[in-house]
């Protein structure tokens, strides 16, 4: 019967490290993916494929490379896929609760579908508010400002329980006293790293440039009112935002619009990425039956700026929101949960080594427990990974003359043909590294009918 159940288990582990290739696959598709973004190259193939193994996680990236290379409508059926997700996990948590399969507490958290972040659900609408812009269909961006907003609004209340959710699937678990016997002092995790301190300090899941865009979506759709508060929402965020105040002021003096007026969106740099990092507790705090006990965790790094800000003629962009701080905070909040997770994930696997040491040391069971502990022991790195370091605004009157955007030692960056000046538009630019930035236009039709 023991040797069954031995072979079981080898079977098992065979099958388990051939999967573990996979998840060991996701950094390279992620940094490929990433090359694929900074070259320009729209091909979707490949996140089509990659669509089917991960939904969520390829539909957000490959909605942000079809708008980066100026395909919204396909960009728009990559996030419709991402928001079905979405909503199906959203109802999946209300009606369930945060069940775990078996695989996750045997492998990791990698062998499930990839469930997103709370600013990567209000990011893929702001998108998709913004794909339908430049395709001059405000009645659905309209629809996906609204949501973006909707989203903020119930950010907490969804993540407050899906972390308490968590917490009582740990608690429930059979395994939780092996986590509980630690010595509190033993069970602390030294040396941590990931830079997980926020510059900037946002309501909890509140992303400033998701309120001043819709704000400014709903100026350029004539819904003053709405824009207005809008305006005001985000000033009570950032009091200090000079261009804020002054497109508070253009609504209370300009509502007939006579005047027309040009805004700059630029997205700045590159945002967080997630890495990995392995703690290995002394494994003689188990049992001398056991070779290693060690838990991988998720950790995020900053990485560069691109231009530290453009010029629009003669207008210096400022920052409306630092989204490597949207992206700590919500880090931050989330870690005792992850924390707890991949605890209770390592607790299964000295329980396996264990169990195999115990009843097929003859067969080398304690060394087989070890090799599956080190395959299988991935933290989950995966994530939207073309988010911008931080968003930046200006704004200037519209001209009938070539509109110049300037880098910080006074280079052309781009010129844009002059724009019509019975209207006003939008100028979005996205430069992720130096020398590489994609520009989209956005100046409603002056025959579009609501």
Same mark, same amino acid.
């Given at each position: 019967?023991?040797?069954?159940?031995?072979?079981?288990?080898?079977?098992?582990?065979?099958?388990?490290?051939?999967?573990?290739?996979?998840?060991?696959?996701?950094? +390279?598709?992620? %940094? $490929?993916?990433?090359?694929?973004?900074?070259?320009?190259?729209? $091909?979707?193939?490949?996140?089509?494929?990659?669509?089917?193994?991960?939904?969520?996680?390829?539909?957000?990236?490959?909605?942000?490379?079809?708008?980066?290379?100026?395909?919204?409508?396909?960009?728009?059926?990559?996030?419709?896929?991402?928001?079905?997700?979405?909503?199906?996990?959203?109802?999946?948590?209300?009606?369930?609760?945060?069940?775990?399969?078996?695989?996750?507490?045997?492998?990791?958290?990698?062998?499930?579908?990839?469930?997103?972040? %709370?600013?990567?659900?209000?990011?893929?609408?702001?998108?998709?508010?913004?794909?339908?812009?430049?395709?001059?269909?405000?009645? %659905?961006?309209?629809?996906?400002?609204?949501?973006?907003?909707?989203?903020?609004?119930?950010?907490?209340?969804?993540?407050?329980?899906?972390?308490?959710?968590?917490?009582?699937?740990?608690?429930?678990?059979?395994?939780?006293?092996?986590?509980?016997?630690?010595?509190?002092?033993?069970?602390?995790?030294?040396?941590?790293?990931?830079?997980?301190?926020?510059?900037?300090?946002?309501?909890?899941?509140?992303?400033?440039?998701?309120?001043?865009?819709?704000?400014?979506?709903?100026? *350029?759709? %004539?819904?003053?009112?709405?824009?207005?508060?809008?305006?005001?929402?985000?000033?009570?965020?950032?009091?200090?935002?000079?261009?804020?105040?002054?497109? *508070?002021?253009?609504?209370?003096?300009?509502? &007939?619009?006579? &005047?027309?007026?040009? !805004?700059?969106?630029?997205?700045?740099?590159?945002?967080?990425?997630?890495?990995?990092?392995?703690?290995?507790?002394?494994?003689?705090?188990? &049992?001398?039956?056991?070779?290693? @006990?060690?838990?991988?965790?998720?950790?995020?790094?900053?990485?560069?700026?691109?231009?530290?800000?453009?010029?629009?003629?003669?207008? +210096?962009?400022?920052?409306?929101?630092?989204?490597?701080?949207?992206?700590?905070?919500?880090?931050?909040?989330? *870690?005792?949960?992850?924390?707890?997770?991949?605890?209770?994930?390592?607790?299964?696997?000295? @329980?396996?080594?264990?169990?195999?040491?115990?009843?097929?040391?003859?067969?080398?069971?304690? !060394?087989?427990?070890?090799?599956?502990?080190?395959? &299988?022991?991935? @933290?989950?790195?995966?994530?939207?990974?073309?988010?911008?370091?931080?968003?930046?605004?200006?704004?200037?009157?519209?001209?009938?003359?070539?509109?110049?955007?300037?880098?910080?030692?006074?280079?052309?960056?781009?010129?844009?043909?002059?724009?019509?000046?019975?209207?006003?538009?939008?100028?979005?630019?996205?430069?992720?590294?130096?020398?590489?930035?994609?520009? $989209?236009?956005?100046?409603?039709?002056?025959?579009?009918?609501?």
């Amino acid at each position: 019967m023991k040797e069954l159940i031995f072979s079981f288990i080898i079977i098992m582990s065979l099958m388990t490290l051939n999967g573990c290739n996979a998840l060991n696959n996701y950094k +390279k598709d992620l %940094n $490929h993916y990433e090359q694929q973004f900074y070259a320009d190259d729209c $091909h979707y193939s490949d996140i089509k494929d990659k669509i089917e193994r991960d939904p969520l996680l390829w539909s957000l990236n490959g909605g942000a490379l079809a708008y980066h290379c100026g395909d919204y409508q396909k960009s728009i059926e990559f996030f419709d896929t991402a928001e079905a997700i979405f909503k199906q996990q959203e109802l999946e948590l209300e009606i369930k609760g945060a069940e775990r399969s078996v695989l996750s507490i045997l492998i990791n958290n990698n062998v499930n579908n990839y469930r997103g972040e %709370n600013y990567e659900k209000i990011m893929m609408n702001v998108y998709k508010g913004l794909d339908f812009m430049l395709l001059d269909d405000f009645d %659905n961006a309209r629809i996906e400002f609204n949501r973006a907003l909707d989203r903020q609004r119930r950010a907490g209340e969804y993540f407050q329980k899906e972390i308490t959710e968590a917490y009582q699937e740990f608690n429930r678990s059979r395994v939780r006293s092996e986590v509980s016997m630690l010595p509190n002092s033993s069970s602390e995790i030294t040396d941590y790293e990931g830079d997980i301190t926020a510059q900037s300090i946002y309501p909890d899941f509140i992303n400033p440039f998701a309120t001043y865009m819709s704000g400014l979506f709903f100026y *350029l759709d %004539n819904d003053y009112s709405k824009a207005s508060d809008l305006f005001k929402q985000t000033l009570r965020m950032l009091p200090n935002q000079q261009q804020v105040k002054r497109d *508070l002021n253009l609504i209370e003096q300009n509502s &007939t619009k006579k &005047t027309h007026y040009v !805004w700059l969106i630029y997205e700045n740099g590159q945002g967080m990425l997630k890495q990995s990092f392995t703690y290995e507790f002394p494994a003689y705090l188990f &049992t001398n039956k056991v070779v290693s @006990a060690q838990v991988s965790l998720p950790t995020i790094e900053q990485r560069s700026t691109s231009y530290p800000y453009l010029l629009l003629n003669e207008q +210096k962009t400022t920052e409306i929101a630092n989204m490597d701080s949207i992206i700590q905070i919500e880090f931050n909040k989330k *870690l005792p949960a992850v924390y707890t997770d991949a605890m209770l994930n390592m607790a299964s696997k000295v @329980a396996i080594q264990y169990y195999l040491e115990d009843n097929f040391a003859e067969y080398g069971g304690k !060394w087989i427990g070890l090799f599956y502990q080190l395959a &299988t022991d991935k @933290a989950d790195i995966r994530q939207w990974r073309t988010l911008p370091k931080n968003f930046q605004i200006a704004r200037t009157k519209l001209a009938n003359q070539p509109i110049n955007i300037y880098k910080p030692d006074g280079s052309i960056l781009t010129t844009i043909a002059p724009l019509s000046t019975d209207r006003d538009a939008i100028i979005y630019i996205k430069s992720d590294i130096i020398d590489h930035f994609k520009v $989209h236009i956005i100046q409603k039709n002056i025959n579009y009918h609501q």
